[in-house]
């Protein structure tokens, strides 16, 4: 078999506190695999990780983080061993993201067309009437009218919506082999969105792109991505490809995520939701970290931490219950 696009091995990324007596497990033990044309997608509660798995990726970590464990290889690279120049032309070039909240990856003082042409003229050295082309074909893609226009305006004078667009068309503006799209259709309406994630699907096709999608939405997963990874306090609890995952969760967590998503067929006076919140990642209890809210835990789930059960073809998940299936 060919060698994956993005092999990331027991990453482990804690953040730690000025004087360093308290320890954020924000990642903790990851392993995933990415092949070239796959999309991948990683759901979970909010502070789950999924954010810092994919900063961790491109090494974009916050003050107070720190890689301390694991590998992470990608075009059969090791990107943990890269200075910061050789990181510098890997972003935006071959692993480019979308981040969360565009008004904090747009630049307020510059235009929408310079900040779209700068991974342009840095990654691919295009100037002139060739980089001008370019800028308007990005804007039509993305489905921002009047691109002409629309490349002299400001952050502030376009809407969240448009803002996002503009974001998703700085990340595939050098056509990356690696997107890693981080909630990228959340401030998008249903029609946008549709033509949003068409436009990923086409270059996709394209270029043979490879996305990882981070997401709260669960619709997205199942028309976008061929495998899904399940978050939970730092750790993938269980990662399956789509169909397997969505017709046989292995999880208790995963469970309760799709028993949470609304249904249209069925009525109920209340919808379904998780009891309890997500344990704080500093003092992450003992054994599983979801026995505190899992409806069917045992004794030992309280006390020993699971380790990961192969349970059919690329389908593994972090239980007890699944240690003899």
Same mark, same amino acid.
């Given at each position: 078999?060919?060698?994956?696009?993005?092999?990331?091995?027991?990453?482990?990324?804690?953040?730690?506190?000025?004087?360093?007596?308290?320890?954020?497990?924000?990642?903790?033990?990851?392993?995933?695999?990415?092949?070239?044309?796959?999309?991948?997608?990683?759901?979970?509660?909010?502070?789950?990780?999924?954010?810092?798995?994919?900063?961790?990726? $491109? =090494? +974009? #970590?916050?003050?107070?983080?720190?890689? /301390? %464990?694991?590998?992470?290889? *990608?075009?059969?690279? &090791?990107?943990?061993?890269?200075?910061?120049?050789?990181?510098?032309?890997?972003?935006?070039?071959?692993?480019?993201?979308?981040?969360?909240?565009?008004?904090?990856?747009?630049?307020?003082?510059?235009?929408?067309?310079?900040?779209?042409?700068?991974?342009?003229?840095?990654?691919?050295?295009?100037?002139?009437?060739?980089?001008?082309?370019?800028?308007?074909?990005?804007?039509?893609?993305?489905?921002?009218?009047?691109?002409?226009?629309?490349?002299?305006?400001?952050?502030?004078?376009?809407?969240?919506?448009?803002?996002?667009?503009?974001?998703?068309?700085?990340?595939?503006?050098?056509?990356?082999?690696?997107?890693?799209?981080?909630?990228?259709?959340?401030?998008?309406?249903?029609?946008?969105?549709?033509?949003? $994630? =068409? +436009? #990923?699907?086409?270059?996709?096709?394209? /270029? %043979?792109?490879?996305?990882? *999608?981070?997401?709260? &939405?669960?619709?997205?997963?199942?028309?976008?991505?061929?495998?899904?990874?399940?978050?939970?306090?730092?750790?993938?609890?269980?990662?399956?490809?789509?169909?397997?995952?969505?017709?046989?969760?292995?999880?208790?967590?995963?469970?309760?995520?799709?028993?949470?998503?609304?249904?249209?067929?069925?009525?109920?006076?209340?919808?379904?939701?998780?009891?309890?919140?997500?344990?704080?990642?500093?003092?992450?209890?003992?054994?599983?970290?979801?026995?505190?809210?899992?409806?069917?835990?045992?004794?030992?789930?309280?006390?020993?931490?699971?380790?990961?059960?192969?349970?059919?073809?690329?389908?593994?998940?972090?239980?007890?219950?699944?240690?003899?299936?």
């Amino acid at each position: 078999m060919a060698e994956p696009l993005l092999a990331v091995n027991n990453l482990q990324m804690h953040l730690f506190s000025n004087r360093g007596e308290r320890v954020v497990k924000a990642v903790d033990g990851v392993s995933f695999t990415l092949s070239k044309g796959e999309t991948m997608g990683i759901v979970g509660e909010s502070g789950s990780g999924k954010t810092m798995t994919s900063l961790s990726i $491109l =090494r +974009l #970590l916050p003050t107070a983080g720190r890689i /301390v %464990g694991g590998e992470i290889r *990608f075009a059969g690279e &090791d990107l943990l061993g890269k200075s910061d120049q050789e990181m510098q032309r890997i972003r935006g070039s071959d692993i480019a993201m979308i981040l969360q909240d565009p008004m904090m990856s747009l630049n307020p003082l510059f235009t929408i067309g310079e900040q779209i042409a700068e991974p342009l003229r840095v990654h691919r050295g295009m100037r002139g009437a060739g980089l001008f082309n370019r800028l308007k074909e990005l804007l039509n893609g993305v489905r921002i009218p009047s691109p002409e226009a629309r490349l002299r305006d400001y952050p502030h004078q376009m809407s969240g919506g448009m803002r996002q667009r503009i974001v998703g068309a700085i990340g595939i503006s050098c056509e990356p082999s690696l997107l890693i799209a981080d909630e990228p259709t959340t401030s998008l309406d249903v029609t946008i969105q549709a033509q949003y $994630l =068409r +436009l #990923l699907k086409d270059i996709q096709q394209r /270029v %043979g792109l490879a996305m990882m *999608f981070i997401t709260h &939405d669960i619709g997205i997963v199942a028309k976008m991505c061929d495998y899904v990874a399940v978050m939970y306090a730092g750790k993938l609890v269980e990662r399956a490809p789509m169909r397997t995952l969505f017709r046989e969760p292995k999880h208790p967590y995963t469970e309760a995520l799709l028993k949470a998503v609304p249904r249209l067929n069925t009525s109920a006076d209340r919808l379904w939701s998780i009891e309890g919140q997500p344990p704080d990642l500093s003092a992450i209890p003992p054994g599983c970290p979801f026995s505190p809210r899992c409806p069917v835990a045992e004794e030992r789930c309280r006390h020993e931490t699971p380790p990961e059960f192969c349970l059919g073809p690329n389908h593994y998940a972090r239980c007890w219950l699944r240690e003899t299936a």
